[in-house]
């Protein structure tokens, strides 16, 4: 038996709980709505209900009152998005999102607000898992896993054989560190955990064939070098210096590179390449991914 989503039944109120404004907003913002829009729309579904004396809201007067707020097409999308989250909460089968992409491409914020907004618990990262890697195997038995993945051509036995050092030692890492990641994929499958995963190791074409799971994967990028440079300088200084932006700023090129291979790779495989210059987007773009996956699988 898999863990279904913690995804919350769409709240239209019931006789033992009440419509509740913050709920639905909740509901709403989950779905895409942005902030105010969705308590304006919270706030008029809870007068439409006092006025008519009424303590449910039935689905097709919540569209109604979508269109009246939203207008008609995001109040279309909203109640479409709305209808596949309550089918993906009722899918019998774990949930695996996997979110690629180079360094400082915004992964981890992705793929955190993804799981929130899918109600999965559950999210780890590839470094996380190569970090472990590094506590069990020395450098001197699996040098590629000691050092960041742009760096990783310092850990090549042989790099003067390699066409491209930086990309020949990521590449080595990745098939290092997809070991331990094949093996965490395993255990959320087998007690049926939905997962989300975030990685710069999660290449395209080299994930190995997952099955017994909605699986969804894409790669997120930063297509404009000034706005991935600003990344890292904004990382820098929410993490008091613990990241300090002269470690990537200075090995840019070299990320962007890694970035490039990733995407040739994530269009050669069929994978969605996901262009994160605006955060909501491109969570918006995540969930939808998902949200067909879900649609497919059920129409199947």
Same mark, same amino acid.
């Given at each position: ?97 996997? +979110?690629?992409? =180079? /360094?400082?491409? &915004? ?12 109600? #999965?618990? %559950? ?110 300088? +904004?990382?820098? =200084? /929410?993490?008091? &210096? ?12 070299? #990320?962007? %590179? ?43």
């Amino acid at each position: 038996m898999n863990q279904r989503r913690h995804i919350e039944p769409l709240p239209l109120g019931t006789q033992d709980e009440p419509y509740s404004k913050g709920l639905m907003a909740r509901a709403l913002m989950a779905v895409g709505v942005p902030g105010v829009r969705a308590y304006e729309l919270a706030r008029r579904c809870d007068k439409d209900l006092e006025q008519r004396s009424e303590q449910t809201l039935e689905l097709d007067r919540l569209e109604e009152l979508a269109v009246e707020v939203l207008g008609e097409t995001q109040a279309s999308g909203t109640m479409r998005r709305l209808r596949q989250f309550a089918e993906l909460r009722d899918l019998d089968l774990p949930v695996l999102l996997l +979110v690629g992409g =180079a /360094t400082g491409t &915004g992964k981890s914020t992705v793929a955190t607000e993804s799981a929130h907004r899918l109600g #999965i618990t %559950r999210v780890t990262s590839t470094d996380f898992v190569r970090q472990t890697m590094r506590a069990f195997f020395s450098q001197e038995f699996m040098p590629a896993i000691h050092y960041s993945s742009f760096e990783a051509a310092a850990g090549l036995r042989e790099p003067e054989q390699a066409e491209d050092p930086v990309i020949a030692g990521f590449l080595e890492q990745t098939r290092n560190v997809l070991v331990g990641v094949r093996a965490s994929i395993d255990r959320a499958l087998e007690e049926g955990w939905s997962m989300v995963l975030e990685g710069v190791h999660l290449v395209p074409g080299m994930v190995p064939r997952i099955d017994g799971a909605l699986v969804a994967q894409c790669v997120l990028t930063i297509d404009d070098i000034d706005a991935h440079y600003g990344h890292f300088m +904004v990382r820098d =200084a /929410t993490s008091e &210096g613990l990241r300090p932006h002269e470690k990537y700023t200075d090995r840019l090129v070299d #990320i962007r %590179r890694i970035q490039d291979h990733i995407v040739t790779r994530a269009h050669r495989h069929g994978v969605p390449v996901i262009e994160n210059s605006n955060i909501e987007t491109a969570i918006g773009s995540v969930i939808e991914l998902v949200l067909a996956g879900a649609e497919q699988v059920q129409r199947v």
